[in-house]
């Protein structure tokens, strides 16, 4: 099967053009084998491109571990590139189908081709305000959800790599998250800037998320530390993020083809 490799700021899937190749059976079991770094393609995750009959196109995302995501902020971005980039659709606006709903999104064109876009994220819902202990540390965290599952913490500082290795499986298998959850660790550093590591649910930690970051921003705002639009500044680089007036919130941020090859999905 001919796949596609995309990243957002590192954020890295891997793509299935499933409008002129089959589906795969198991994408779940097909995201595990896949996904396995030095051992086979290696990536975050697996996304399936496929036909919609309500959308210019239907966006499946499978994490590292094989579960089932509602929504991918950079997957997203990388998606519409994709689809362009193969002569799939040919739009500077489109609407694809994902779990969470149809999200429209405006892709950058630069002398024919795609280097970015800015996705519509949607409405913003904000949950509770928890504080959780995990490992003799206390984290207050404000879940949001933004098409996936999110509950950020502002810090005064991020953690050292191995709090972060060690508290970020905590929160996101915490019981306060049945279905688990994706953790954004945060500092505000002013009033249009946030630095955020983010532990993915089903991934772990991955450079960049583009739902996190919206999240945060959206946390960050609810909790009066920005104003509505920010930089948000990843691992893998920064992501504008900004809540405007119509209450969506919308990311814009780059989207790179890697390479492409070949893979037997029966082996």
């Known amino acids: 099967m001919r796949f596609l490799k995309y990243h957002g700021l590192g954020n890295d899937y891997i793509y299935l053009d499933c409008f002129h190749q089959q589906t795969p059976e ?7 084998l896949l996904s396995r770094r030095h051992f086979s393609v290696g990536s975050d995750g697996l996304i399936l491109m496929e036909p919609s009959g309500c959308a210019d196109a239907r966006m499946r995302v499978f994490n590292a571990d094989g579960s ?5 902020g950079n997957g997203i971005r990388c998606v519409a590139k994709a689809l362009w980039d193969e002569g799939i659709v040919r739009k500077q606006r489109m609407c694809i189908e994902t779990m969470s709903g149809i999200r ?42 933004v098409g996936s599952r999110h509950a950020v913490a502002f810090l005064n500082a991020l953690p050292d790599e191995e709090t972060f290795r060690k508290d970020g499986p ?26 955020m590591l983010v532990w993915e649910r089903g991934s772990g930690p991955t450079l960049a998320c583009g739902t996190g970051a919206s999240a945060s921003l959206a946390a960050a705002v609810h909790l009066g530390l920005t104003e509505k639009k920010a930089r948000v500044k990843l691992p893998g680089g ?26 037997d999905i029966g082996a």
């Open 104 to 145: 429209e999104i405006d892709l950058h064109i630069e002398e024919g081709r795609c280097t970015g876009a800015t996705v519509d994220i949607g409405v913003p819902v904000i949950g509770r305000k928890l504080r959780i202990p995990v490992n003799g540390r206390q984290y207050d965290l404000v879940e949001v959800s």
């Open 68 to 72: 089932e995501a509602p929504m991918c």
């Open 26 to 32: 198991d994408p779940g079991r097909l995201s595990v």
């Open 170 to 195: 905590a929160l996101e298998n915490n019981p306060a998250f049945p279905d688990r959850a994706n953790i954004e660790f945060c500092t505000a550093d002013g009033k249009d800037e946030i630095t």
């Open 238 to 263: 920064t992501l504008e993020i900004e809540w405007r007036e119509d209450g969506h919130i919308y990311m814009t941020g780059p989207a790179v083809r890697a390479f492409t090859g070949e893979v």
